[in-house]
C-alpha cells in the first residue's frame, strides 16, 4: 500500500492516539507523543501541517512500525482504516 498523500499533521495524532499514544506537549506546530505500551516508552514529534510531506510522513510511520515490530505496510493499512473511520467521525 502506498503512502497517504493527504493525511495532516492532526489527522495522524488522533490515529496514533487510537493506537495508544498520548500527547504531552506542543511547542509552536509541532505536537510530541508518547506510548508506554511496551516496556520502553516510545517518543515520537508530529508537525501538525497541512498535508504532511511525503518523508517525513515516512520516517514517523518507520519509526511507529519499529515500536510495534510490524512492516510498514501493515502500520500504513491500519492507519489508513483509522484515519477513515476519524474522518468519518469528525464529519458527523
Same mark, same amino acid.
Not at 502506498?2 to 492532526?10: C, N, W
Not at 511496551?38 to 497541512?50: E, R
Given at each position: 500500500?502506498?503512502?497517504?498523500?493527504?493525511?495532516?499533521?492532526?489527522?495522524?495524532?488522533?490515529?496514533?492516539?487510537q493506537f495508544g499514544y498520548e500527547k504531552i506537549r506542543q511547542t509552536g506546530s509541532h505536537v510530541r507523543l508518547i506510548s508506554r505500551i +511496551?516496556?520502553?516508552?516510545?517518543?515520537?514529534?508530529?508537525?501538525?501541517? +497541512?498535508p504532511l510531506k511525503t518523508g517525513t510522513l515516512n520516517n514517523i510511520l518507520n519509526d511507529v512500525?519499529?515500536?510495534f515490530e510490524i512492516s510498514k505496510e501493515e502500520l500504513i493499512e491500519k492507519i489508513c482504516s483509522q484515519d477513515r473511520i476519524a474522518r468519518d467521525v469528525d464529519h458527523d
Open positions: 500500500m502506498k503512502l497517504p498523500r493527504d493525511i495532516t499533521g492532526e489527522e495522524l495524532v488522533k490515529v496514533l492516539k +511496551k516496556n520502553k516508552p516510545h517518543k515520537i514529534t508530529i508537525p501538525l501541517h +497541512k512500525a519499529r515500536y
